[in-house]
């Protein structure tokens, strides 16, 4: 399978940055609090470095003691202030006694970035009901008692970004995942009714989602799986940065309700709006193959539904697709420049509506 290299787009069509525009770099508060919950690893471990090279002073909430010990003196590397707090985000106390922590510690919380979730790869027949429920817990519920701590700062004083990092599959179900696909779709929908309510509010909070595509994170090793073969992330495949990049840009930019990340997001988004019940079929046919490699799951593969995988073992941000991840989008810049493009292109199509004219005055 190739490496793809589409861009990483928004739902207005333009690319998701790699770098916010200098323009949003200059109205950052300096040294700002920012929290990022499922930090020890994947999306949430490459979002709190790229903070932290921002000079954010950030909040890391996982459960696994090597992950988040790696992912504290990753974050000062980057030149950011870490502290590294083990939370269980299904457990809506343990969240609450966090955010006091981290104002009491690193000051007021600017920026809060919903990242944490588990699963289960296998036929929803071959699923408990307590580990359904587990799945929800953490990768719903943990999402929503995050954004509940979140408000409690951030209401007093009116301003704040929370940003929910979500899927392709917040829109649209795919086999082997019924558990996650029923996570994201609720996600989509509690976070659509707060935007809602903080408009009809005129609040200073602003809310905004990320749907992310395929991206190599190390949770096909260490996710919960009765598959006969490894777990891999359905081609073409994201590195973590790029995601990265699309959260730092949705945390500048927050007025815009959603980014689509990736042209493949924006592709399966398109087909299951216009044509859903052929995208079913498609993926009845091809759902299982697509999300498993050619070699047998190993016997000894961690599981970290109930208890955290990386607890005495770092796994980093990525998983074992580097050979077959884009590193980088290939239109980074239109992101960045949104207003000019959609300027630049009224002009064209001015000036092309304008040499018909003539033509046909001749």
Same mark, same amino acid.
């Not at 995050?146 to 929370?162: D, E, F, Q, W, Y």
């Not at 005129?202 to 190599?216: D, E, L, Y």
């Not at 990049?245 to 689509?260: Q, S």
């Given at each position: 399978?190739?490496?793809?290299?589409?861009?990483?787009?928004?739902?207005?069509?333009?690319?998701?940055?790699?770098?916010?525009?200098?323009?949003?770099?200059?109205?950052?508060?300096?040294?700002?609090?920012?929290? !990022?919950?499922?930090? %020890?690893?994947?999306?949430? $471990?490459?979002?709190?470095?790229?903070? @932290?090279?921002? &000079? #954010? /002073?950030? *909040?890391?909430?996982?459960?696994?003691?090597?992950?988040?010990?790696?992912?504290?003196?990753?974050?000062?590397?980057?030149?950011?202030?870490?502290?590294?707090?083990?939370?269980?985000?299904?457990?809506?106390?343990?969240?609450?006694?966090?955010?006091?922590?981290?104002?009491?510690?690193?000051?007021?919380?600017?920026?809060?970035?919903?990242?944490?979730?588990?699963?289960?790869?296998?036929?929803?027949?071959?699923?408990?009901?307590?580990?359904?429920?587990?799945?929800?817990?953490?990768?719903?519920?943990?999402?929503?008692?995050?954004?509940?701590?979140?408000?409690?700062?951030?209401?007093?004083?009116?301003?704040?970004?929370? !940003?929910?990092?979500? %899927?392709?599959?917040?829109? $649209?179900?795919?086999?082997?995942?019924? @558990?996650?696909? &029923? #996570? /994201?779709? *609720?996600?989509?929908?509690?976070?659509?009714?707060?935007?809602?309510?903080?408009?009809?509010?005129?609040?200073?909070?602003?809310?905004?989602?990320?749907?992310?595509?395929?991206?190599?994170?190390?949770?096909?090793?260490?996710?919960?799986?009765?598959?006969?073969?490894?777990?891999?992330?359905?081609?073409?495949?994201?590195?973590?940065?790029?995601?990265?990049?699309?959260?730092?840009?949705?945390?500048?930019?927050?007025?815009?309700?959603?980014?689509?990340?990736?042209?493949?997001?924006?592709?399966?988004?398109?087909?299951?709006?216009?044509?859903?019940?052929?995208?079913?079929?498609?993926?009845?046919?091809?759902?299982?193959?697509?999300?498993?490699?050619?070699?047998?799951?190993?016997?000894?593969?961690?599981?970290?539904?109930?208890?955290?995988?990386?607890?005495?073992?770092?796994?980093?941000?990525?998983?074992?697709?580097?050979?077959?991840?884009?590193?980088?989008?290939?239109?980074?810049?239109?992101?960045?420049?949104?207003?000019?493009?959609?300027?630049?292109?009224?002009?064209?199509?001015?000036?092309?509506?304008?040499?018909?004219?003539?033509?046909?005055?001749?």
């Amino acid at each position: 399978m190739t490496t793809s290299t589409e861009p990483a787009t928004n739902n207005h069509g333009a690319s998701a940055s790699p770098a916010p525009s200098t323009a949003a770099a200059d109205a950052r508060p300096p040294g700002r609090v920012v929290v !990022v919950t499922g930090s %020890s690893g994947g999306i949430g $471990r490459a979002t709190a470095v790229a903070f @932290a090279r921002t &000079g #954010a /002073k950030v *909040a890391l909430l996982a459960r696994g003691t090597a992950g988040l010990t790696a992912a504290a003196a990753e974050v000062a590397a980057a030149g950011g202030t870490p502290l590294p707090l083990e939370v269980d985000v299904s457990v809506a106390d343990e969240v609450d006694a966090a955010a006091t922590r981290i104002e009491a510690e690193l000051g007021p919380v600017d920026v809060w970035v919903n990242v944490a979730f588990t699963s289960v790869f296998a036929p929803f027949t071959e699923i408990s009901p307590d580990e359904f429920k587990r799945v929800t817990e953490v990768s719903y519920l943990g999402y929503v008692y995050g954004t509940m701590a979140a408000l409690r700062c951030m209401v007093p004083r009116n301003r704040g970004t929370i !940003v929910q990092v979500g %899927s392709a599959l917040a829109y $649209r179900g795919i086999p082997l995942q019924s @558990a996650y696909c &029923g #996570a /994201k779709h *609720a996600i989509q929908g509690f976070n659509e009714a707060l935007r809602c309510e903080l408009l009809h509010d005129r609040s200073g909070i602003h809310t905004t989602m990320v749907q992310m595509p395929a991206v190599n994170t190390p949770q096909f090793s260490w996710v919960l799986s009765r598959l006969p073969r490894k777990a891999q992330p359905v081609p073409p495949i994201y590195q973590p940065e790029v995601a990265a990049r699309a959260v730092i840009y949705a945390a500048d930019h927050p007025r815009r309700r959603e980014y689509w990340v990736g042209g493949s997001t924006m592709k399966v988004l398109a087909a299951n709006a216009i044509v859903p019940a052929v995208l079913d079929r498609y993926l009845a046919r091809t759902g299982y193959e697509s999300q498993q490699t050619d070699e047998a799951k190993p016997a000894d593969q961690p599981a970290n539904l109930w208890e955290p995988a990386d607890v005495e073992r770092d796994f980093g941000a990525h998983g074992a697709f580097d050979d077959r991840s884009a590193p980088a989008s290939s239109q980074l810049w239109a992101s960045q420049h949104h207003g000019l493009l959609v300027s630049g292109t009224a002009l064209v199509g001015a000036a092309a509506a304008l040499a018909l004219v003539r033509r046909l005055l001749r």
